[in-house]
């Protein structure tokens, strides 16, 4: 079995995953990416030693092509972190959005776990992350197709870690408010950080941290670590 297999993270190209990246090669891990489009960030990863594969999850048969890529590149996986995410406005006229985000948050993630499970077998060490959102605690009036996707998601860790126990463990992380976009203003940045017990906004190191304990931990599966400053005792 392998003690330096690569780590396979999807959706890694920009913010949280991005910054995962950095940090995972600071620490000499190997890594196997998907990203969605072209930018600058892609081939700096590229000259940095980083496997990245082009991927289009919002299909079923997008994400079969990027399994077959994964099993082209490597025999043996560490772990695989699910952080590809979409989020698409919707106005319930058709489920056209919320079946793109059923396809990254859901089919995906099914699919690649249950494909790629025998790369994970020859670790000598292997997880499973799935990162969902705290949305997934109350659901959201404005965003019910991404909020039900990313609670799906969260129940197919409880799922996966009863199938592939002891040898392959499987959590999940439940980020909110950890980044602030660069057109954010001061009164948005007033009311999110309102909405926790924090009053925060950490940066995407917080990310890192919680990935490492769940990979290094041996004693913990089936699990959500929620990361979201204390949101849930407002």
Known sequence: MSDNA?????????RLGLHCVRRF???GQPLIISYRQERPEVDELRQLGVQCVQA?????????NF????????????????????WLAEDGSDANAFTQMLNVH??????????????LMQSAHADIIH??????????AKRIAYSASKAGLDN???????????????????????????????DYRRRATAKS?????????VIYQSLRYLLDTPYVTGTTLTVNGGRHLK
């Open 25 to 27: 090669l600071e620490a």
């Open 156 to 186: 197919l860790t409880l799922s996966f870690a009863a199938r592939f126990a002891p040898h392959i463990k499987v959590n999940s992380l439940a980020p909110a408010l950890i980044m602030l976009h660069p057109d954010d203003d001061d």
């Open 131 to 140: 990162i969902t959102d705290d949305v997934i605690r109350k659901g959201s």
């Open 106 to 119: 859901l089919i995906a993630p099914y699919l690649i776990n249950n494909h790629c499970a025998p790369l």
């Open 67 to 86: 399994i077959a890529h994964i099993q082209t590149l490597t025999t043996t996986l560490r772990a695989i972190i699910h952080n590809a995410s979409l």
């Open 197 to 205: 017990v924090m009053g925060t906004v950490p940066g995407p190191d």
């Open 56 to 64: 289009d999850f919002a299909t079923e048969q997008g994400v079969l």
């Open 6 to 14: 690569p780590i396979l993270l999807t959706g890694a190209s920009q």
